[in-house]
């Protein structure tokens, strides 16, 4: 069907030596935005799920031994009322040592807590992050303790998960222009390899070849070198990730992400050489189909 | 329409983008099976008028018809379908180096998906009739350049094309082997294809006994009919 597929001979062409070079330098820069993107997100949804479902009563503290025993009768009453409340996992009235250890690297050790009007904190964790839970206690505490006020971490984390849509959104671009970037490359290729070859397109426009046939040349040379770049570049952004991988393990921190897949993420991350051999071939077949429609 | 007409020329001009006319008014016809010369000057327009025969232009003005259709009413691919049953033998043969001398007579069965195990044996038969048996492998550089126009000629012919348009075929041979090229013409020309061999050596010519068009200055006239002509060469064979 496809006759002798070298009879243009595009192997010994300049822009088959570089071509592959470029396509893995455009799928690596795909591959890393893609995997930045990804762990964003990830990162994104565990402060998401950490956060949102968890919230930080901040009771003010009483100056007088009176008031602040009544005050914790009161909070031991609240604390009660909430953990009979459905989706409500642990509630803790955070002691004098934690209280201490919050306080340490603002005031030092050894701090006389009782000293200092240090409010009372009361941890609250949920199964799950649930709007009707929050109100619920946030309606309980204005009965109760009036004067409390509840950090829910909505405004930070807010600002934190603005902050990595942003970086998502400009990784996204980031493959979106490389894809561009790539099919420009394409297009430059093919029409160099169009004009060094202008008289055996010529030879087999007039001999009667379909167009279909002589773009067909064009765009299997362009999958192949695109095949080899574009594995070649995920190659590299393999070993990058490993590499960052390995470090991000050893820092074991809770913050940082980490550089783990699933099954369809390795997908999607596969899917950047395959769509960088489908965007050099149909853009070959494209370039080299509109430069015949000007032939008659 | 006249379709007993291979081709018919009708007032055509050709001009190359805004330039002036390389081709003047222009009425000719070929019947089928006929062999025609056309000689002139070098850049007389003789070249010109191949391409509008193989297609590689449609005329500026004027009505061009090949196998009794109007190049100008038909869409590409009906014109890709026309070429495909005409064959050219090119000044500078535009063999391709990189495949072999059975590779490049195959291409014209090649480009309409034929595979080349499939046509081999017919190629192979065809390079022996223009006595290259032993070189259906060998690459065009490596051949002479009258083995190199005898391939060029066997790709012309491989489909078994109702029209073969030669420019200039004989422009690089001395005249023995000139004429001896223009008997296998002939020998093609018996077997009912359609022959123009453009040529500006009058003298090699006017050894044939066909008629001849003379272009000069992008006019074509006809100088001599067949029945005008002097007496036919003695026949040969490459």
């Known amino acids: 069907m496809f006759g002798n597929r070298n009879d243009v001979p595009l192997d010994r062409d300049a822009s088959s030596r570089f071509l592959p070079w470029l396509i893995a330098m455009m799928v690596y820069l795909a591959t890393m935005s893609l995997v930045i993107a990804l762990t964003m997100n990830k990162l994104a949804n565990r402060w998401d799920q950490g956060l949102s479902s968890s919230l930080t009563i901040q009771v003010p503290s009483e100056p007088s031994v009176e008031k602040r025993s009544t005050l914790e009768q009161q909070l031991k009453t609240f604390i009660v009322k909430i953990e009979s409340l459905d989706n409500v996992s642990q509630v803790e009235l955070l002691n004098d040592t934690e209280l201490n250890k919050l306080m340490e690297p603002w005031l030092g050790k050894d701090i006389l807590l009782h000293d200092l009007p240090i409010p009372y904190l009361i941890s609250i964790e949920l199964d799950s992050s649930s709007a009707q839970t929050i109100d619920e206690i946030k309606l309980l505490l204005s009965q109760d303790i009036p004067s409390a006020s509840v950090d829910d971490h909505q405004r930070w984390l807010g600002n934190l998960l603005g902050l990595t849509k942003i970086i998502q959104i400009i990784a996204l671009l980031v493959v979106v222009l490389v894809g561009g970037a790539a099919a420009l490359m394409v297009i430059l290729v093919t029409r160099m390899g169009l004009a060094i070859h202008r008289q055996v397109v010529e030879l087999f426009h007039h001999m009667g070849a379909h167009d279909s046939y002589i773009a067909s040349r064009f765009q299997f040379h362009a999958l192949k070198l695109s095949i080899v770049g574009g594995l070649s570049g995920l190659l590299l952004a393999g070993i990058t990730v490993a590499s960052f991988s390995s470090l991000l393990g050893q820092a074991n921190s809770a913050i940082l992400p980490t550089l783990t897949f699933t099954a369809g993420e390795w997908g999607l991350l596969l899917l950047m050489p395959l769509s960088a051999s489908l965007i050099a071939m149909m853009t070959a077949r494209l370039t080299v189909l509109r430069s015949l429609a000007l032939m008659p | ?238």
């Open chain 2, 1 to 238: 329409m006249d379709f007993k007409l291979l081709v018919r020329f009708q007032d055509v001009h050709l001009r190359y983008g805004s330039g002036p006319d390389v081709l003047h008014q222009v009425n000719l016809t070929l019947a089928p099976g006929s062999f025609h010369f056309m000689v002139g000057p070098s850049g007389a327009g003789k070249s010109s008028l191949l391409r509008l025969m193989y297609l590689a232009h449609r005329p500026s003005s004027g009505r061009l018809s090949i196998f009794g259709r109007d190049v100008s009413q038909q869409d590409r691919k009906e014109l890709t379908m026309l070429r495909r049953r005409i064959g050219i033998i090119f000044q500078d043969f535009r063999l391709l180096d990189h495949l072999t001398a059975l590779e490049n007579v195959a291409l014209p069965l090649t480009i309409t998906g034929q595979s080349l195990d499939k046509v081999r044996r017919n190629v192979s038969e065809l390079l022996s009739w223009v006595g290259l048996a032993d070189y259906l492998d060998a690459k065009p550089p490596t051949l002479s350049g009258g083995q190199q126009q005898r391939v060029a000629i066997a790709r012309a012919v491989i489909a078994r094309p109702s029209l073969l348009l030669a420019d200039e075929p004989t422009g690089n041979l001395d005249d023995k082997i000139a004429e001896r090229l223009l008997f296998l013409f002939e020998e093609l020309n018996k077997r009912g294809t359609t022959i123009v061999v453009a040529s500006h050596n009058e003298g090699l010519v006017n050894r044939f006994n066909h008629p001849v068009f003379k272009i000069v200055n992008g006019e074509v006239r006809l100088i001599r009919s067949e029945q005008s002509s002097p007496a036919a060469p003695t026949a040969g064979s490459v």
